[in-house]
T-cell receptor
């Protein structure tokens, strides 16, 4: 059974701090990894994708991938109250028609 | 910026009725998907569709479900005989066929309530 695991939180950080969100996955043939942000009652919004080991930075967001440890993370620098949302980790497995397997999501709360 | 659209935003139906959920994917995208999210639960994959056929489907996507691309813009999900447990948010998503094939962009969703 392929699984994607995340701490459900809530993770609470003060405004301006770094928020660190973690995700582990069980399938060794997973090849593409994504972070989505979901505000309450809204749809998932793609914020980062990462395909190879290492770090990928986009503005205040950095995704980190370690395939040997089956671990992917998202760092949010200079966290803002508007970053308060649920962050979903999603994994794509090769040759499964683009199917994304989602984690439960981590709820992030950024306090002013 | 192009976006995926879905109609209706909210659909209420009685158990046993047929519903059709509609989606207009991003215009240059070629891969289309349906997901659902039961309140408080994970986003779950239902089906992927490419080149006018199903690429992959989950165990949830049984004979009661079907998908169709009736024209060049719409992508539909039909549930033939709805059950109470079909109540959920249904999201359509689309992606390109280039190297970013699996970067999927989601529509705003249709909330389906089965009574």
């Amino acid at each position: 059974q392929k699984e994607v695991e995340q701490n459900s939180g809530p993770l609470s950080v003060p405004e301006g701090a770094i928020a660190s969100l973690n995700c582990t996955y069980s399938d060794r043939v997973s090849q593409s990894f994504f972070w989505y942000r979901q505000y309450s009652g809204k749809s998932p919004e793609l914020i980062m994708s990462i395909y190879s080991n290492g770090d990928k930075e986009d503005g205040r967001f950095t995704a980190q991938l370690n395939k040997a440890s089956q671990y992917v993370s998202l760092l949010i620098r200079d966290s803002q109250p508007s970053d308060s949302a649920t962050y979903l980790c999603a994994v794509n497995v090769h040759n499964q028609g683009g199917k994304l397997i989602f984690g439960q999501g981590t709820e992030l709360s950024v306090k002013p | 910026e192009p976006e995926v659209t879905q109609t209706p935003s909210h659909q209420v139906t009685q158990m046993g009725q047929e519903v059709i959920l509609r989606c207009v994917p991003i215009s240059n995208h070629l891969y289309f998907y349906w997901y659902r999210q039961i309140l408080g639960q994970k986003v779950e994959f239902l089906v992927s569709f490419y080149n006018n056929e199903i690429s992959e489907k989950s165990e949830i996507f049984d004979d009661q479900f079907s998908v169709e691309r009736p024209d060049g813009s719409n992508f539909t999900l039909k549930i033939r005989s709805t059950k109470l447990e079909d109540s959920a948010m249904y999201f359509c998503a689309s992606s390109t066929d280039a190297e970013k094939a699996y970067e999927q962009y989601f529509g705003p969703g249709t909330r389906l309530t089965v009574t």
